[in-house]
């Protein structure tokens, strides 16, 4: 499977309160910590240069916090600087983005 990251850069992280918001280029992925535990991840496939939103989810005991739509606009930020599409193929993704106009420009 082709990567459209930029390997080599730096991983981007958001430090927000205790959890940490991560951009995971080489596991596809943008995931969030608490901790240094795995609470939260959004993955995406790398499918003919465009970025297919498979999977959003967060542990329990941490959702309604706004984690999720983070996880997911981290990958449409990181796809907004690499000039990458997405295709929202999770539920929650096409929640977040299908019908926004603020979106547009990725979809």
């Known amino acids: 499977m082709e990567n459209s990251c930029r390997l080599g850069e730096k991983p981007r992280n958001i430090q927000e309160n205790e959890l940490v918001y991560v951009f995971e280029c080489e596991n596809n992925r943008s995931a969030v910590y608490d901790k240094n535990v795995l609470i939260g991840r959004c993955e995406f496939e790398v499918i003919n240069n465009v970025w297919n939103i498979t999977h959003t989810i967060v542990n329990p005991g941490y959702e309604g916090r706004g984690i999720a739509r983070k996880l997911v606009t981290m990958i449409i930020d990181e796809a907004r600087k690499n000039n990458i599409k997405i295709n929202p193929i999770c539920s929650y993704a096409q929640k977040v ?10 979809l």
């Open 97 to 106: 983005m299908l019908g926004k106009e603020e979106y547009k420009d990725v």
